[in-house]
């Protein structure tokens, strides 16, 4: 199973890298990140950069699309070439996935209209603008259309992915190979349940 993931200035690292590791560890697949050309592309911190291998045109169809989101979406949505290239390869794949406000740019792409789709509650609303109906889970399955919401989710979208790729106990066996067993120190990685004030807090972080 061939995986693309796009990467374009300012994404969010773990957006790409979290179902890059799960996808990594799964037998027979291969997962390569590709943009307009090879070559590193800078992360929304500017301080990290993934290297592209291979370039949009070299990968037009993959098995599986993983559109990653972060603050450089708002401006890839007028990227022809990335948008294109997702509208094209969406034609061949067996599942295109986003995570975070990756979802806009399969909004952006003609993808999601008259479908259920996630992202980040920052952003959950502006679904709507691409003809989706946001809702509000961790992971929506859409027949071969399949989005996350924020950044963190990335993993559990690429393990209910692998579950349907493979099978279950490889989704199980990739789970604990990665050690992937949250106990977030706090109760607050929603909305609903942060404390009064850390909704702003978190907003400011990330516009």
């Known amino acids: 199973m061939r995986v693309a993931i796009p990467l374009y200035p300012r994404f969010t690292a773990l957006d790409a890298v979290g179902p890059y590791t799960v996808m990594a560890f799964a037998p027979d697949c291969t997962v390569t990140f590709v943009a307009a050309e090879p070559g590193p592309v800078t992360d929304d911190q500017g301080t990290l950069a993934l290297t592209a291998t291979a370039s949009y045109a070299d990968l037009p169809d993959p098995d599986v699309i993983v559109v990653p989101g972060g ?6 949505l007028s990227d022809e070439v990335l948008i294109g290239w997702i509208r094209r390869a969406h034609a061949h794949t067996r599942w295109t996935t986003s995570v975070c406000s990756g ?11 008259g479908v259920k789709a996630t992202t980040h509650w920052a952003i959950l609303e502006m679904l709507a603008q691409f003809g989706a109906e946001p809702v509000s889970e961790r992971v929506v399955v859409e027949g071969k259309i399949v989005t996350a919401a924020g950044v963190s989710a990335g993993i559990d979208m690429a393990l209910t992915l692998l579950a349907q790729a493979s099978d279950v ?3 199980q066996a990739v789970q604990l190979a990665i050690e992937y067993d949250p106990r977030p120190p706090f109760d607050c990685g929603s909305p609903k349940t ?12 990330i516009t």
Not at 194 to 205: F, I, K, N, T
Request: proline residues 6%; aromatic residues 0%; negative net charge.
């Open 194 to 205: 942060a404390p009064e004030g850390v909704a702003e807090r978190a907003l400011s972080l």
């Open 103 to 113: 979802s806009l740019l399969l909004g952006a792409a003609g993808l999601l209209d």
């Open 169 to 171: 106990e490889t989704a």
């Open 71 to 76: 603050p450089g979406t708002l401006e890839a």
